[in-house]
């Protein structure tokens, strides 16, 4: 019994059984029956379709039945392995032997139509210029078995075989002399940072341009504040009260300056001795407080370079170590700095840049010790192939990150807090030692002007870092935003942005003058070590630098363009090229000096014009009393002389 019932997929078609069509179809029915896959979704449709279902189920026959929406599909698109797909063809072909030809048609040009819209969507997709780069990013982006969420905070595993650090850049399938992955991967980093450049020296400028007009502006009397300071053209009543409350602060400074200048006037030659003493102590405890802070991140970074095997937890810190320690002392040495300066005895703006100075000095050279003891560090004789640009790049992607960190929980955690301490238990102890709580702007635009820098200083190892900065700034400013209306109240004394914008500007370019050097010594350091860069990745590795490509494609250009880019790069190019910018120079301090001539010739002339005004309005007065006297001494004559009667 069990052989007659077993399936055979062979059949000798007779004369008879070909030209039984019943036959036919009854008996692809009684194999389609006899699949295992219909056989486990029978008791299914059995339970779901019915009696009559279910009668034809006990009868051993079962249907087709009615056409879903997944007739329609392509195959492709159907959730089901192979032998399902295989199952569903055959479904499709035993419908279509009971339909008509008019259906068997319409169904054809449906699926036909749906595969010309879904090649058109995906030709049309393919035009957008990042579509084919996205796909070719995300094909060998896997996830191992060691990768966890912490290396998205370390910067490791997975995160490290992605477009975000310079490893992942291959030199790919471009070989053209000029057209190399690495020749146009440093292009781009150059390109970046030229430009940066461009935007900061103009702001930079603009910026002293205003400080000069303004310091003039504001060393004028106090009647061109009063009557001159307020702008007719305002209308809103918000925009009034916002420059009201701007004149107000802005003649409290004033006031507060000179009140200081007269009372730096009355100083005695004891109480001047007295005061230098003084701040040359503060100014020694400031060195000796930098120095601690330096030893705190040379400790720390070796610490973090120790390969000793720990927990999860005690790795992360010990991963974040320098990150925590540079961040800290950038929060905590400015506050002493601002602390400090108020006992040296200097004017209000002169301590606000004064702490501005010292914060500057402080967070790039922190950075800038940070940045000589990773690349001073010997790699491990296990870490050698390892990629030591990544590795850079990490150091600084974990800078970025721990900085927004910072800037989340100190707003959440702590001044949120604080502020519902302050309002909800106004008379306790706490309420009063926290004090009321103030946005400094100088330290906030610090940090933001330090993130900046970090940016720069990583776009070679990290490609992806001013975009995640950009990320990171963009949620900051919300975060801030949160911090000053609702946990901060506002300042009493006024900080004039206008005096303190050149330094933020000179700042950058200090930041991204740190950027092109650091850049140069790495790449010096490959040119003068090639054959020991065994860690080196991405575009440059193989033994492979920036000049040994750049020359590649020098040499395959013609000879005239040789010959003029190899006289720009030599030295006989730089005495003409200092002579013109001496040139250039002298020109723009001899406009200077015509300008300043110029506005002293203008100064003299308003000082003359207030004279020959003064003058009329003497003589005016003059003319007007000699007429008044002449009236009064014609009255006179006339009430003495009276007129002769006609009689006479």
Request: aromatic letters at 12%.
């Given at each position: ?67 879903d929406k997944t007739s329609t599909q392509p195959l492709r ?415 009493q004394r006024m900080f004039r942005g206008s005096s303190s ?148």
């Amino acid at each position: 019994m069990e052989e007659h019932n077993s399936v055979s997929f062979l059949r000798c078609l007779s004369e008879e059984s070909s030209q039984s069509s019943d036959s036919y179809e009854y008996y692809q029915t009684e194999i389609f029956d006899q699949l295992p896959s219909v056989q486990a979704l029978r008791p299914v449709q059995a339970y779901q379709g019915g009696p009559e279902l279910g009668k034809r189920v006990s009868h051993g026959q079962l249907s087709p039945g009615p056409r879903d929406k997944t007739s329609t599909q392509p195959l492709r698109n159907l959730v089901l392995c192979i032998q399902g797909k295989r199952n569903a063809r055959d479904r499709r072909n035993m419908q279509r032997s009971k339909i008509s030809c008019w259906e068997s048609w319409r169904r054809s040009q449906n699926i036909a139509t749906k595969r010309v819209w879904a090649q058109m969507g995906g030709a049309l997709s393919g035009l957008l210029p990042w579509q084919h780069t996205l796909h070719t990013i995300e094909e060998p982006l896997r996830f191992g078995e060691d990768d966890s969420v912490l290396d998205f905070f370390l910067g490791s595993g997975y995160l490290d075989r992605s477009p975000v650090f310079l490893g992942f850049y291959t030199p790919g399938s471009l070989n053209k002399p000029c057209l190399k992955t690495p020749l146009l991967y440093f292009a781009g980093i150059l390109t970046i940072l030229f430009l940066s450049l461009i935007m900061v020296v103009h702001r930079t400028i603009v910026g002293y341009k205003h400080t000069w007009m303004l310091g003039r502006r504001y060393s004028t009397n106090m009647s061109y504040k009063i009557f001159c300071g307020w702008d007719f053209t305002i209308q809103d009543p918000i925009a009034a009260t916002l420059k009201r409350s701007f004149i107000r602060n802005d003649l409290k400074l004033f006031l507060d300056e000179q009140r200081f200048s007269l009372r730096e006037e009355q100083r005695t030659l004891g109480q001047r001795v007295f005061l230098y003493l003084l701040r040359f102590i503060l100014n020694v405890l400031i060195l000796s407080l930098l120095g601690g802070a330096f030893c705190l991140i040379y400790y720390a970074t070796r610490k973090s370079q120790e390969e000793i095997k720990h927990n999860w937890l005690v790795s992360l810190l010990l991963q974040y170590l320098p990150s925590i320690t540079i961040t800290s002392i950038n929060l905590v040495l400015p506050l002493i700095f601002r602390k400090i300066s108020s006992f040296e005895d200097y004017s209000f703006t002169t301590q606000v840049n004064a702490t501005l100075v010292r914060s500057i000095f402080l967070k790039l050279t922190s950075l800038g010790i940070f940045l000589f003891f990773i690349f001073s560090t010997k790699e491990p004789e296990q870490n050698v192939f390892q990629c030591r640009q990544n590795k850079f790049g990490r150091e600084m992607y974990k800078l970025c990150i721990f900085n927004f960190l910072t800037t989340f929980c100190t707003a959440f955690f702590l001044n949120y807090p604080r502020m519902l301490v302050k309002e909800k238990l106004p008379s306790s102890l706490l309420a009063r030692l926290m004090g009321k709580q103030r946005f400094l702007i100088t330290f906030n635009v610090l940090d933001l002007v330090y993130i900046q820098t970090v940016s720069w200083v990583g776009v070679f190892y990290c490609p992806l870092l001013p975009l995640i900065g950009t990320v990171t700034l963009t949620a900051s400013f919300y975060i801030k935003k949160f911090t000053v209306l609702q946990c901060c109240v506002a300042e009493q004394r006024m900080f004039r942005g206008s005096s303190s914008s050149v330094l933020f500007h000179f700042m950058l370019l200090l930041g991204l003058l740190m950027a092109a050097v650091t850049l140069g010594l790495n790449l010096h350091q490959q040119e003068l070590t090639p054959d020991k860069n065994l860690s080196s990745c991405g575009p440059f590795g193989n033994d492979k630098t920036v000049l040994t490509v750049a020359g590649d494609c020098v040499d395959s250009l013609p000879s005239l363009a040789q010959s003029t880019l190899r006289y720009l790069a030599s030295e006989a190019f730089a005495l003409p090229l200092i002579l013109a910018e001496v040139i250039i120079l002298t020109s723009f301090v001899s406009r200077r000096q015509a300008n300043q001539k110029a506005i002293e010739r203008l100064k003299d002339m308003l000082v003359m014009s207030s004279s020959d005004k003064r003058f009329l309005v003497k003589q005016h007065a003059t003319i007007l009393r000699g007429k008044r006297n002449n009236y009064r001494v014609l009255s006179v004559d006339i009430q003495e002389d009276p007129p002769s009667s006609p009689t006479e």
